[in-house]
Structure formats: structure tokens, C-alpha cells
């Protein structure tokens, strides 16, 4: 499959996902005939080695399919951004292990960057114990990806002054999982529900240490994954304020304002709403494409990625999250009343998009130190 005809696939998909969104919603947790078409279109391994039946593709092509996806339903593109973690650790894991992560390909990953959970080196591996609140996707997963801390007899084990973090790839079935988000108020359908382990054993060859030399020594493998995973986050963002904008031009083509009379569409604020979440993200969209594909280019030659081009990248993607949001609740306020109604396609853009952005401020330091180094001076964020 081409990088393009993955962005037709996301859009090809966009009726089917739709269509099926209220449902996932009321179950908390997407359908079955949804995880499936998504599964099978590859969006589940945008970033994955092609050795593994991944499709390996440019940033900014998954970011573009990414927002096409998040329009429809940001549940979906939700597992899709969730599951680029334990693709990307597949290029350092031996082949063996490589298999079983991929026997099922269409599957998409749980994920967690909460590292509570502690990791106690045993003999040939470690013995894991802990919580992740929020798993995406963990019931349709067949593996997560679990951050935890390696900890020994005498404390914290520290790697270069800080405490050493592994991504730890565990088979879903050897994981408790709890039916914590029922009582989700947005995002519901990503079935985000807490996992826990007590004192399992993960392999050493299954416990990665992200950025570490790939044993498949490509592009998409070689460089930092934060610098080319974060900003896939501001994608969903993206897609979610598209959606907005779709549901928003149709309401108010339709309605009539119950205090004016006049017709939503003949309002000058109105227009101007419209006008500018249009502008917005044309402007938003753009400016985290070009970013991501300079960074790519960059990475393609295996030429370093600077800092000011980092700088240039981060700050688009956290822009692009922030202006989604305002224009947003912009749509919201001046839609018509039937958008304050629970499940209505405003509403649930409006608490979408503060969840997504919420998630998104874990990382709000690489924002700040994008700011720092483009005013000259270093950045605030280890591992910028």
C-alpha cells in the first residue's frame, strides 16, 4: 500500500466509522466492525517494520491519515497513535519476538507512558508489578506497551543521573484488566480502562529501551521516536476541529435563531465562526505538515535534526492542539442550542478536544523549550 492510498483508506473509512461512533460511545469501547476495517486498511501499523507487514510510512502521511480518521471518530485515531509505540519497538526486539508481537497484524496496541510500575531485574528478564489508569484499546489489543521504572535492591536504577525507564511489551492475556471507563465523559470510545500486573515476568529481549540501536537500521527506526511520534498527537487534534467544522456548516445551514429570527447562517458572528475555524485549520494543518516532512527529510539523509528544526516542529504541534481547541469551543458557543444535548456532534468535539489536549500537556515541556531554543537558549526538556 502507498503513503497516498493510505490517506484514501482513512477517507474510504470515514462512513463506516461514523456511522458506528454513537455506538462505541455507549459501550466505551469501539466495535467490533470498526477495530476490524481499521485493522485491515494498516492504520494500526502506519509505523510498523515492513518485515512485520507494516507499512513503514513518511510522518507526515500517517499524520494526514491520522486526521482524516480522528474527523469521523478520535476513539479510532486514538488506537491508531496508541498502537505507534510497540510498532516502533519492533525494529529493536530480535526476529522471533518480532513474530508473535505481529502474528496477528491487523491488531492494533494498548499503550501507557505512565511509568508507576516498577520493573525488578530477574534472571534473563524482569519481574513486573503495577497500574496503568489508562490503556487504550487494551480489550481488542493482543499486546500493550507499558512504561515502568527499573528498580533494584538498593533503589531506583539511574542511567546517566535519571531514573532508567523501559517499554515493556506484555501479551494482553497475562494482564487484570478493570472496567474503569464506563464513567468516561469524552473519548469513550478508546475503552481506555486500567491494566494491572502482579510480579510478572517479561523477557529482557521484550523489555526495550526506547531510542537504543534498531536491529532493522532504517530511517523511520534510527532517529529519536520522540521527535517523530510526539507531534502525531497534534494530528488527532487536527482532525477532531475538521469534524467540528463539518458538523457545525451543517447544523447551521438549517437553523434558525429562536431570539433573533433570523437564520444562524445570516449572522455575521456566525460567518465569521465558520470563517475562521476554516482558516485556522487549513493554517494548522499545513504548518505541521511542512515541519514533519522537513524533519523527515532530514532524517532520510541521515543528516541530524537540529534543534531549531525540533523547535519549529514541537511548536507547531502544540499550536495546532491549542488552536483546535478555541476555535472549537468557538463553533460551540455559537451553534445552536441543540449542540448543548449529550451526544450531539459538537458536544462531543467540545469534550473531545479537551481530553486530547489534556493527554497532550503530559509533554507541554517540549513546548516551552521549543520557545527557549528558538530565542537561543538550550532546552528545558531532557530528551528534546
Not at 278 to 307: F, K, M, N, Q
Not at 321 to 348: C, N, P, W
Request: hydrophobic share 45%; proline share 6%.
Amino acid at each position: 500500500m502507498s503513503s497516498q492510498s493510505v490517506i484514501e483508506a482513512a477517507r474510504a473509512l470515514q462512513p463506516l466509522i461514523s456511522e458506528h461512533r454513537r455506538a462505541g460511545e455507549l459501550r466505551a469501547r469501539l466495535v467490533p466492525e470498526v477495530v476490524a476495517a481499521a485493522g485491515k486498511a494498516g492504520l494500526f501499523r502506519l509505523f510498523a517494520p515492513r518485515e512485520t507487514g507494516g507499512l513503514e510510512v513518511a510522518p507526515s502521511e500517517a499524520f494526514l491519515a491520522t486526521a482524516e480518521i480522528a474527523a469521523a471518530d478520535p476513539a479510532v485515531s486514538w488506537y491508531m497513535v496508541n498502537s505507534i509505540p510497540a510498532c516502533m519497538a519492533a525494529a529493536v526486539i530480535p526476529e522471533t519476538e518480532r513474530r508473535a508481537l505481529f502474528a496477528e497484524p491487523d491488531r492494533n496496541f494498548g499503550f501507557s507512558a505512565v511509568a508507576l510500575a516498577t520493573a525488578k531485574p530477574a534472571p534473563g528478564g524482569f519481574r513486573l508489578s503495577g497500574s496503568w489508569p489508562v490503556v487504550t484499546g487494551c480489550e481488542d489489543a493482543r499486546w500493550c506497551a507499558l512504561m515502568a521504572r527499573v528498580v533494584d535492591e538498593s533503589g531506583p536504577r539511574l542511567v546517566n543521573g535519571r531514573p532508567e525507564v523501559r517499554l515493556f511489551l506484555v501479551p494482553t492475556e497475562q494482564l487484570d484488566i478493570a472496567q474503569t471507563w464506563q464513567h468516561a465523559a469524552a473519548m469513550r470510545g478508546t475503552g481506555s480502562n486500567q491494566v494491572t500486573v502482579s510480579d510478572l515476568f517479561v523477557p529482557e529481549a521484550l523489555a526495550t529501551i526506547p531510542g537504543s540501536t534498531p536491529c532493522i537500521d532504517r530511517p523511520l527506526f534510527r532517529h529519536s521516536p520522540m521527535v517523530l511520534t510526539l507531534p502525531i498527537f497534534a494530528a488527532v487534534a487536527v482532525g477532531v476541529l475538521q469534524g467540528a467544522i463539518q458538523a457545525a456548516t451543517h447544523e447551521i445551514k438549517s437553523k434558525v435563531s429562536s431570539v433573533t429570527g433570523r437564520a444562524l447562517k445570516d449572522q455575521t458572528e456566525t460567518q465569521i465562526a465558520i470563517a475562521d475555524a476554516t482558516a485556522a485549520l487549513r493554517a494548522i494543518r499545513a504548518g505541521c505538515v511542512e515541519t514533519y516532512a522537513a524533519v523527515w527529510r532530514a532524517v532520510s539523509a541521515g543528516e541530524p535534526v537540529t534543534s531549531e528544526l525540533k523547535a519549529e516542529l514541537y511548536a507547531s504541534s502544540f499550536y495546532a492542539g491549542d488552536v483546535a481547541r478555541e476555535m472549537i469551543s468557538t463553533l460551540y458557543v455559537k451553534g445552536s442550542r441543540a449542540a448543548f444535548m449529550q451526544g450531539h456532534a459538537l458536544e462531543r468535539c467540545l469534550s473531545n478536544i479537551h481530553a486530547i489536549i489534556a493527554a497532550i500537556d503530559a509533554r507541554r515541556g517540549f513546548h516551552h523549550s521549543a520557545g527557549a531554543v528558538l530565542l537561543g537558549a538550550e532546552p528545558v526538556e531532557i530528551g528534546f
